[in-house]
């Protein structure tokens, strides 16, 4: 693909702070790619292209992560960080990309226009506005929704590769529409600039997203390992042995940072949200 050379695996690898530029590039070509060949409804076909850019780096990025799980000799907390430390911040880098680039077209574009190309990413705004800090039971509605993301972030990724990466571009572009959307009505309401709006509601919003996004980072992470492990190593052979403890091990780890996330989203989020009155 022409675009990889732009951005090639190896030097995402070692230069991770550029996948920022990729997610935010790679989306924006995705909209407009969606704008022009599915305009009726672009909101999901933005996310399918957005993905497909991506995905040719992801699955070479995840055989490099396989290569180097292969080569421990034994099991290492510490070293399981060390060694996958660059892909997951690729993952945030990417992540932070794409949200950025939905977020500005939400601001600068008319109503009427974001509702129609976003109309998916909107949908969702309905839910996390009026819901999201009034349930009684919030915490384990949000842990149970969260759950079976990740579990589909895991399963994505074991079956597909870098499958993961089409629900984390679908969170991060509903994360950028909605925040981007909530800022620009705050701002109309007081007639301050959107944009320091939505500078306001990133920082509130951002402990537990990025949690959030984390566990799911770690959880594609862990099926994507595995999933080339099976592809390339002996079953039940010490490598593959290996890379499965390691693989479990991250998903009990996303697991445990979700958990985190919801607690976080749930007593200490809403509370915020109020505080700043957004």
Same mark, same amino acid.
């Given at each position: ?11 995402? %690898? ?9 997610? /935010? ?25 957005? +993905?497909?850019?991506? /995905?040719? @780096?992801?699955?070479? /990025? ?38 950025? @680039? ?59 590769? +870098? ?21 620009? %009505? ?25 949690? %959030?996004?984390? +566990? ?5 992470? +862990? ?37 985190? @996330?919801?607690?976080? %989203? ?13």
């Amino acid at each position: 693909m022409v675009l990889e050379q732009i951005y090639s695996s190896k030097w995402i %690898e070692k230069k991770s702070r550029y996948a920022f530029l990729m997610g /935010l590039s790679y989306s924006i070509i995705g909209i407009f790619s969606a704008m022009f060949l599915f305009p009726a409804d672009p909101g999901l076909a933005a996310i399918a292209f957005t +993905s497909l850019l991506i /995905l040719p @780096s992801l699955n070479k /990025l995840l055989s490099i992560e396989e290569n180097q799980a292969a080569r421990k000799k034994k099991f290492d907390l510490i070293g399981l960080f060390k060694d996958h430390n660059d892909i997951f911040r690729v993952y945030v880098f990417l992540f932070l990309g794409i949200l950025l @680039s939905f977020a500005f077209f939400s601001l600068v574009w008319p109503v009427i226009a974001t509702s129609k190309i976003f109309a998916q990413q909107v949908n969702v705004l309905g839910w996390a506005t009026g819901q999201a800090y009034t349930s009684g039971s919030l915490f384990g509605s949000l842990l149970s929704n969260n759950l079976k993301v990740l579990v589909f972030c895991l399963l994505a990724s074991f079956i597909y590769g +870098s499958g993961a990466i089409f629900i984390i571009t679908w969170n991060a572009s509903v994360w950028g529409t909605i925040f981007g959307i909530i800022a620009r %009505e705050s701002a109309a309401a007081t007639g301050q600039n959107p944009f320091v709006y939505f500078a306001l509601t990133l920082l509130v919003v951002f402990p537990h997203m990025i949690l %959030e996004a984390s +566990s799911y980072f770690i959880a594609a992470i +862990s099926g994507g390992i595995v999933s080339k492990a099976v592809l390339r190593e002996k079953p039940f052979s010490k490598r593959f042995t290996q890379i499965i403890e390691d693989g479990l091990i991250m998903f009990i780890i996303a697991v445990i940072v979700l958990i985190i @996330s919801v607690y976080v %989203e749930a007593n200490i989020t809403g509370s915020l949200v109020s505080f700043f009155n957004l």
